[in-house]
């Protein structure tokens, strides 16, 4: 009894006994919890981010300081909305639009320039401006003041209400994509717009540059810089991340196009972790970064990449893997997109085991990692078949010590396969090797090929019977390799191989069946949000071209092969 007088003792118990307390909640609420990549802990809301059939009251709280929050997406300052009390949060579909009614996001709206020149004619997107309230969701961001220059870091959740009913959510994940509108929109150095460098170069445009899609503007590759964003990542409805990252638009002359593609970064100056804290692909990958794209040059179907590299996952030649995302920016509904893998030092760490400070990678016969010293390296390549004869067994075998003949034969057979040709190979073209030799399969210093950007390219029934091997001979390095006829002769053997594998008709209806069940109802209404009522045929017309194509090439393949059996000439 005399125990239990002793205050001090008495006071170490109770106080051990809401320790104990308080961490076995923390426990039972952590178990549950979605993955959150940066939290904010001097700030709290009482609800995650999700998906909730009601309209409720949403409360912060911070132990200490001042709240404030915009509901925006723009970064809360001091001159926002000061929190007295909870949010009252519904559907906000019925609030204006905003930001999807900007039409200086491409040249097309510019109808001046585009009459003016007739390029209409070359070329119509039939972009619209959505005259109808775009679904939307309710963005929260927030930070705690404790001075005038003492303040947490902002918190941002977004919450979808009332969505069980709207169609276009169907068996595809949710992405929520928010920055400072500024960082999208501003005149200055907005990233989603035309802006000041489009008015500084127009003066230069004339009839000739029919092109429109390459003009230069704020969004334009060596113009546009990264912005800070938060990123939430919805799967069945329940969040499984958010985190803060960069973003910057993504492609060559798509980013003139609307909607745009764009790369997510994990940096340290944004991110407390090096990586996306959330398995994205399914495939124990954890990646550094992603890219959000709309489909590029083929933004009506979102079909070409998607097809390619599903048929052709597996082989020597590098693919990507892809899930389907809706997109909300700031707030807004922004269309149906696919969430891709990119090609950098962290895909061929995790595919092939590449250390990133033993890499080079050449896209477009320029380096995109690595020094540019080491172009050279890829250079002296192609110089040395150029320059020797591939026929002598000595120059073979030096070259068979430079790339990997097997990445080199699926690569170039796919290619040929699929009609690939135009603006490949001189260009959408890439490859990689190990600057040095090591252990491991791969870190052998030997090139080897990415599929690489095939929205370009020309899928439909002209292509059919396409003699894709003779367009590739004007290709210096393909062709004077395929004046050995052992090579020659390997490749055209897998080009058949492929046609009864990864290009049957049982994998293809499979492939496309699964694209089918995944699109039709989420692209009904990107296509309603970004176009005219007259794009659904030129949809529905591409769509079928692309499947043709796919069914039937497999017919010609044996035809062209027996061409080029005994010559490289036919």
């Excluded at 981010?49 to 509901?71: K, N, R």
């Excluded at 390619?308 to 892809?322: A, K, P, R, Y």
């Excluded at 016969?365 to 067994?393: A, K, S, Y």
């Amino acid at each position: 009894m005399t125990f239990y007088k002793n205050t001090k003792f008495y006071g170490f118990y109770i106080a051990s006994g809401v320790l104990i307390l308080v961490f076995l909640v923390f426990l039972i609420i952590s178990k549950n919890r979605p993955i959150v990549a940066d939290d904010v802990e001097a700030l709290y809301f009482s609800k995650e981010s999700g998906f909730y059939d009601d309209e409720f009251d949403l409360a912060m709280y911070a132990p200490s300081g001042e709240i404030y929050y915009t509901l925006d997406g723009s970064d809360p300052t001091k001159d926002s909305i000061k929190y007295e009390g909870p949010i009252h949060l519904k559907d906000a579909t019925s609030n204006e639009n905003v930001y999807c009614l900007r039409d200086d996001v491409s040249a097309a709206f510019r109808t001046d320039l585009m009459e003016k020149y007739d390029l209409f004619e070359h070329f119509d997107p039939m972009y619209k401006i959505p005259d109808y309230p775009v679904d939307k969701c309710n963005v929260v961001r927030a930070v705690v003041y404790y001075g005038d220059d003492k303040y947490s870091e902002i918190k941002t959740a977004t919450y979808y209400v009332g969505f069980d009913d709207k169609p276009g959510y169907d068996g595809v994940n949710v992405l929520s994509i928010t920055t400072d509108p500024d960082n999208l929109f501003a005149y200055e150095d907005g990233i989603y717009v035309l802006g000041q460098k489009f008015d500084e170069y127009e003066q230069y445009i004339g009839p000739e540059d029919v092109n429109w899609w390459h003009w230069q503007a704020n969004f334009t590759r060596i113009i546009a810089e990264e912005k800070p964003a938060s990123v939430q990542f919805f799967k069945n409805g329940k969040l499984v991340l958010s985190q803060n990252c960069g973003i910057k638009p993504h492609g060559g002359g798509s980013r003139g196009l609307y909607p745009k593609s764009l790369n997510l970064n994990v940096r340290d100056e944004y991110s407390t972790y090096d990586h996306f804290m959330y398995n994205i692909f399914e495939n124990d990958r954890y990646p550094v970064g992603v890219t959000v794209t709309p489909g590029g040059n083929d933004n009506y179907t979102k079909l070409k990449d998607y097809l390619i590299n599903e048929l052709c996952s597996g082989l020597e030649c590098s693919t990507m893997d892809f899930e389907p995302y809706v997109m909300f920016l700031d707030g807004e509904y922004w269309g149906f997109y696919w969430i891709t893998e990119k090609y950098d030092k962290d895909y061929l760490r995790y595919h092939y085991n590449v250390l990133p400070d033993n890499l080079i990678m050449v896209k477009n016969n320029e380096i995109d990692e690595g020094d540019w010293t080491e172009l050279q390296l890829w250079e002296d390549l192609n110089e040395f078949i150029l320059n020797n004869d591939m026929c002598d067994p000595a120059n073979y075998d030096r070259v068979c010590d430079m790339i990997d003949i097997d990445s080199f034969i699926d690569y170039f057979a796919v290619m040929i396969y699929i009609s690939r040709n135009d603006d490949w190979p001189h260009n959408n073209l890439a490859a990689w090797r190990t600057r040095k030799t090591g252990t491991g399969k791969y870190n052998d210093g030997k090139w080897r090929w990415l599929v690489f950007d095939l929205n370009s390219a020309e899928f439909d029934d002209s292509m059919i019977e396409f003699d894709s091997f003779e367009s590739t001979m004007k290709y210096p390095f393909f062709r004077d390799l395929m004046r050995n006829d052992s090579l020659r002769n390997r490749l055209l053997d897998r080009i058949l191989e492929l046609n009864e594998t990864n290009f049957s008709s049982e994998r293809v209806e499979e492939v496309l069946s699964e694209y089918h069940r995944i699109t039709d109802e989420p692209l009904k209404a990107d296509r309603k949000r970004f176009y005219t009522d007259d794009v659904y045929e030129r949809c529905d017309k591409e769509t079928k071209e692309i499947e043709s194509f796919i069914r039937n090439r497999r017919e010609y393949i044996p035809e062209m092969v027996e061409k080029y059996r005994n010559s490289p000439y036919g």
